[in-house]
């Protein structure tokens, strides 16, 4: 950090903030992670595995196969999710070869000052993410053991600050003991719940009352929405890997295995089952069917895993958020992780998780081009580039183009893909930017 940065905070908070990072390691917000402090392929592998293998997964496939039926569904997953390993590999990739944070990373492609606007969208929305999981955690808690929602979201907020204040180590440690339980619980719901059906029914399920009501863009665009923004700031934690080879082994054990295999979960027993008019944010869920079996020690596993599971990915997205504000602010992680996580919780309480579709549709709207701008710029037009204009308007240009025909698609081309559309018009828009702005320099 330079001397202006920390001349910013009080002499004694930024004494207090250099004992906790020498007791729980540096984040290195403002500079690169140096080979030293890299961390091994296994860390990082849990840290990303950890992250999309989750309920919320599980609800998400819940909802593509009962607007779509299973088979669409399955189709949408697979290609949806080897659309997000394509995008986030290359991301993540970019970030273990440099060593960089997001933030640093958008400042080369939006300038060193105009990464603010694309690092600040990226990190609020984290943030907003965060407050819908949260807000998941208390309503689910509230809904099956008739406790108060608002001192269950509190509490989950409460620990999910502390597994972030830990840092990358905390999300390691949560990740760690978040991905068996998941495999173990998940498959035995899903499991059982085919056994009451058969595979062939399952298969065969057409959708909502027999009704399929999503066309395939829409249901990729949920699949790709579902962790777009994160996906997008992957920098935040591939800058952990050790090597390039590191970081896609842990974005390949994301982007297709765990995620593919949280909405899975979900789409099974949702087929299997054939609930009228499922409610996936409900009752009709994983953490739902566990405790409708009525055994004490089920309720009681299926509450412990509920805080855990779902403390693995608000953790995550309190990291994102909490790492892009500090940047911008000049600040450090772990201040900012209490006092966005401390607002998160203000805004579960709200109930802001009832607004789940809006909220995918929003994401797929603004963020898609930010990483495909980026993608271009880093991979065709300027590679190896550094930091070197405050503002570069060709990158702002072209994720309006991009956000702008995702906007169209959205309200006027419904059949299309919200997430797809914008990306590649942002990366495209981008790149013929980019080659004019070339013949004019030359001309």
Request: hydrophobic share 55%.
């Amino acid at each position: 950090m330079s001397t202006t940065e920390k001349h910013l905070e009080p002499e004694g908070l930024e004494h207090l903030e250099e004992e906790v990072d020498h007791a729980l390691g540096e984040e290195y917000e403002h500079e690169p992670v140096p080979a030293k402090a890299r961390r091994s392929m296994f860390s990082i592998t849990m840290v990303w595995m950890g992250f999309p293998m989750i309920i919320t997964g599980a609800m998400t496939g819940s909802i593509l196969v009962l607007g779509m039926g299973f088979a669409s569904a399955l189709k949408a997953m697979i290609i949806g999710n080897l659309i997000m390993l394509v995008y986030v590999g290359l991301l993540g990739q970019l970030g273990a070869r440099k060593g960089l944070n997001f933030a640093l990373l958008a400042s080369i492609v939006f300038g060193r000052k105009g990464y603010v606007f694309a690092s600040g969208l990226l990190s609020t929305l984290l943030l907003g993410w965060y407050a819908v999981q949260t807000g998941i955690t208390g309503a689910l808690v509230s809904s099956t053991y008739g406790l108060n929602y608002v001192v269950m979201t509190m509490i989950a907020g409460a620990l999910y600050i502390g597994i972030t204040f830990v840092g990358v180590k905390g999300l390691h440690i949560i990740g760690t003991i978040s991905v068996p339980l998941f495999v173990i619980l998940g498959l035995w719901v899903a499991g059982d719940a085919a056994a009451t059906s058969g595979w062939d029914a399952i298969m065969a399920y057409p959708g909502n009352n027999g009704v399929a009501t999503m066309s395939m863009g829409v249901g990729l665009t949920v699949v790709i929405a579902l962790f777009i923004d994160a996906g997008t700031v992957t920098a935040d934690f591939n800058r952990w890997a050790a090597d390039e080879k590191s970081s896609w082994v842990a974005t390949f054990s994301a982007f297709p295995f765990a995620n593919l295999v949280a909405m899975l979960v979900g789409g099974v027993m949702t087929a299997a089952l054939a609930v009228p008019d499922a409610n996936p944010f409900g009752t009709d869920n994983m953490f739902g069917y566990m405790n409708a079996q009525q055994m004490t020690w089920l309720s009681v596993l299926a509450f412990l895993f509920l805080y855990v599971n779902l403390g693995s990915v608000c953790a995550h997205c309190l990291y994102n958020a909490a790492t892009g504000w500090s940047r911008i602010l000049h600040s450090h992680m772990r201040l900012f992780a209490i006092i966005l996580g401390a607002i998160g919780i203000v805004i579960a309480a709200t109930n802001v998780w009832a607004f789940f579709i809006e909220w995918l549709s929003l994401l797929g709207i603004l963020v898609p081009p930010i990483g495909a701008i980026i993608l271009v710029d880093q991979y065709l037009v300027r590679k190896g580039s550094e930091i070197e204009a405050d503002w570069r308007g060709t990158a702002f240009l072209a994720w309006a183009c991009g956000s702008l025909v995702a906007f169209i698609v959205e309200w006027y081309l419904p059949h299309f893909s919200t997430a797809i559309s914008a990306g590649l018009v942002g990366g495209i828009a981008y790149y013929v930017l980019s080659s004019v702005m070339s013949i004019r320099a030359t001309a």
